[in-house]
């Protein structure tokens, strides 16, 4: 079966410190991954989908970014965080079932930006 | 662009009775419609789905209905339980192909012991 991890699990940065967020998903071959942000008491927003290695479409302009170096991982990544950055961070992979596509979120990267 | 609006944002029903949230979409070639619940400090979990050549579909005490013409869908729960507070999220896409999902923003569900 499938399986998807994040890591950490929670983070508290400062302003302007580098990001680092890791996505790894088991149990599939060339997944569309995804990164959604979820700020408190909000909704999903999309930042990053990627269909393949190397393939990053971006949602919504920011001082995020995204990579997947390899096919079942995903990275998000910043060079100098903000304080609206913080937020709950959601990986999700998205899998075929008949004609359509579903997606499955990981567990989550709370971060906080102090 | 594409948009789903999702009332309400919060609901509390007494335990045992039945909860209802509303979906609205506009992007008319959206054909596949989850349904969500994100537990406190966790990630959402896929709960059922409806697509589009379907009109209502069950599954035990939840059941999602859609209405194409009108672009509405709806999430029932029936004798609610303790464990059904979470925040519900819609969303829609098109799926024949690997597209992007639009999720509402969410219901907060309380159930009253």
């Known amino acids: 079966s499938q399986t998807i991890h994040q890591w950490p699990a929670t983070l508290v940065q400062p302003v302007g410190s580098p990001l680092s967020l890791e996505c790894t998903v088991e149990g599939t071959s060339n997944p569309n991954l995804y990164w959604y942000r979820q700020a408190a008491g909000r909704g999903l927003q999309l930042l990053f989908y990627s269909v393949g290695i190397g393939q990053i479409s971006s949602e919504v302009p920011q001082n995020l970014s995204a990579s997947r170096p390899q096919d079942r991982q995903f990275i998000l990544s910043s060079k100098k965080l903000l304080l609206s950055d913080s937020g709950f961070y959601l990986c999700?992979?998205?899998?075929?079932?008949?004609?359509?596509?579903?997606?499955?979120f990981g567990p989550g990267t709370r971060l906080t930006v102090t | 662009g594409e948009n789903v609006e999702q009332h309400p944002s919060t609901l509390s029903v007494q335990e045992g009775d039945s909860a209802v949230i509303k979906c609205t979409y506009s992007d008319s070639a959206s054909n596949y419609f989850p349904w969500y619940k994100q537990e406190l400090g966790k990630g959402p979990q896929l709960i059922i789905d409806?697509?589009?050549?379907?009109g209502e579909k069950k599954d035990q005490r939840i059941a999602v209905t859609l209405n194409k013409t009108a672009k509405h869908f709806s999430l029932h729960i029936t004798e609610t339980q303790p464990e059904d507070s979470a925040v519900y999220f819609c969303?829609?896409?098109?799926?024949?192909?690997?597209?992007?999902?639009?999720f509402g923003s969410g219901t907060r569900l309380s159930i009253r012991p």
């Open positions: 999700a992979w998205e899998g075929r079932r008949g004609k359509a596509y579903e997606q499955y």
């Open positions: 409806i697509r589009s050549n379907v």
């Open positions: 969303a829609a896409s098109r799926k024949s192909s690997a597209s992007k999902i639009i």
